[in-house]
């Protein structure tokens, strides 16, 4: 398979009180277009800078990082908000929700950065809330909706662009283990369905399980 993300020899540092912190040190892998990958590891372990690196919201230290065959350390400001909002779909552990915005407002939100037509925005928006199952629940906002239904809405906002690749934060982190699971299942579906690479960022061996492939990550390194 094609590879949409190449990594190589990926590192990445901070200054933290006079001391460079070593967050990732020399890390090689590749996501191929329409994969579900999980990446695991302990608090601290660098998966989370993994994420920001994937994300296109940091720039590695060292090595590089090619999405869809450009360096993302070469592209400007601007290249990388583009790639952000056309390319990747974000979410998260605490959903990010808009609270005083509806379901349907809060998914078409990407859709306002691109420029699109409010009529279409809306019809694209109800849409990805429809292939999560929330046709109903479109005019709610966030309050009036359970943390499942909360990280659904977050999923159709992370698909409703139609993206290349998902990025999942600990997406099951706030939810009881089975709205977990049907959280994960759901991602699967859409992961097949559409053909749109999905990375799972996760400490749960239960959640990995549900990918294709696994990602250990240890101190900044990639273990197994």
Same mark, same amino acid.
């Not at 993300?5 to 933290?16: F, Q």
């Not at 909002?85 to 998914?107: D, E, K, M, W």
């Given at each position: 398979?094609?590879?949409?993300?190449?990594?190589?020899?990926?590192?990445?540092?901070?200054?933290?009180?006079?001391?460079?912190?070593?967050?990732?040190?020399?890390?090689?892998?590749?996501? $191929?277009?329409?994969?579900?990958?999980?990446?695991?590891?302990?608090?601290?372990?660098?998966?989370?800078?993994?994420?920001?690196?994937?994300?296109?919201?940091?720039?590695?230290?060292?090595?590089? !990082?090619?999405? $869809?065959?450009?360096?993302?350390?070469?592209?400007?400001?601007? %290249?990388?908000?583009?790639?952000?909002?056309?390319?990747?779909?974000?979410?998260?552990?605490?959903?990010?929700?808009?609270?005083?915005?509806?379901?349907?407002?809060?998914?078409?939100?990407?859709?306002?950065?691109?420029?699109?037509?409010?009529? &279409?925005?809306?019809?694209?928006?109800?849409?990805?809330?429809?292939?999560?199952?929330?046709? %109903?629940?479109?005019?709610?906002?966030?309050?009036?909706?359970?943390?499942?239904?909360?990280?659904?809405?977050?999923? $159709?906002?992370?698909?409703?662009? &139609?993206?290349?690749? !998902?990025?999942?934060?600990?997406?099951?982190?706030?939810?009881?283990?089975?709205?977990?699971? &049907?959280?994960?299942?759901?991602?699967?579906?859409?992961?097949? &369905?559409?053909?749109?690479?999905?990375?799972?960022?996760?400490?749960?061996?239960?959640?990995?399980?549900?990918?294709?492939?696994?990602?250990?990550?240890? %101190?900044?390194? !990639?273990?197994?």
């Amino acid at each position: 398979m094609t590879a949409l993300v190449d990594a190589v020899e990926v590192h990445r540092t901070y200054p933290l009180d006079g001391v460079e912190v070593h967050a990732l040190r020399g890390v090689s892998f590749a996501i $191929a277009a329409g994969e579900f990958v999980a990446i695991r590891g302990p608090s601290g372990s660098g998966k989370s800078t993994l994420l920001h690196l994937l994300g296109a919201l940091d720039r590695p230290s060292q090595g590089t !990082i090619h999405f $869809a065959g450009r360096d993302v350390a070469a592209m400007s400001d601007a %290249d990388l908000a583009e790639l952000r909002n056309r390319r990747i779909g974000f979410v998260f552990q605490s959903f990010h929700l808009l609270p005083r915005t509806t379901a349907l407002g809060n998914v078409a939100l990407p859709l306002v950065y691109r420029g699109m037509p409010a009529g &279409e925005r809306r019809q694209t928006a109800a849409a990805a809330l429809e292939s999560v199952g929330l046709s %109903d629940r479109m005019n709610h906002r966030p309050s009036q909706l359970s943390g499942g239904q909360q990280q659904r809405v977050a999923i $159709a906002r992370a698909i409703v662009g &139609e993206p290349d690749l !998902i990025l999942a934060d600990e997406p099951t982190g706030n939810l009881d283990t089975t709205t977990g699971h &049907e959280v994960m299942e759901l991602l699967r579906r859409l992961n097949r &369905e559409r053909g749109t690479a999905v990375v799972v960022i996760t400490h749960d061996v239960d959640i990995a399980a549900v990918a294709d492939r696994t990602i250990a990550v240890v %101190d900044g390194r !990639i273990a197994a």
